[in-house]
């Protein structure tokens, strides 16, 4: 189950944000469903990306025994 405040993973590109999959985020809000949520995509500067609707196939929980890993975003943010 994921919920508020989670911090998961993009399961697929989201082109148009320069996110690819494996980015991580933190979910900021679940819909009543629990199929559908905000997730938050910030730089390691803690500047936003993206707040993104996404359903639960486009996203899954951290392991803890994953390893981050950090990569150039390829727009800039605004």
């Not at 993009?10 to 559908?36: M, N, Q, S």
């Not at 803690?46 to 990569?71: C, F, N, Q, S």
Request: hydrophobic content about 50%; aromatic content about 6%.
């Amino acid at each position: 189950m994921i919920r508020e405040l989670d911090t998961v993973a993009l399961t697929r590109d989201v082109d148009e944000y320069g996110l690819k999959a494996g980015d991580i985020g933190a979910v900021v809000h679940c819909y009543k469903d629990d199929a559908v949520f905000e997730v938050e995509f910030v730089t390691a500067e803690g500047a936003t990306i993206a707040v993104l609707t996404l359903e639960l196939a486009d996203i899954r929980p951290v392991g803890g025994k994953e390893v981050l890993h950090v990569r150039e975003l390829a727009q800039a943010v605004a």
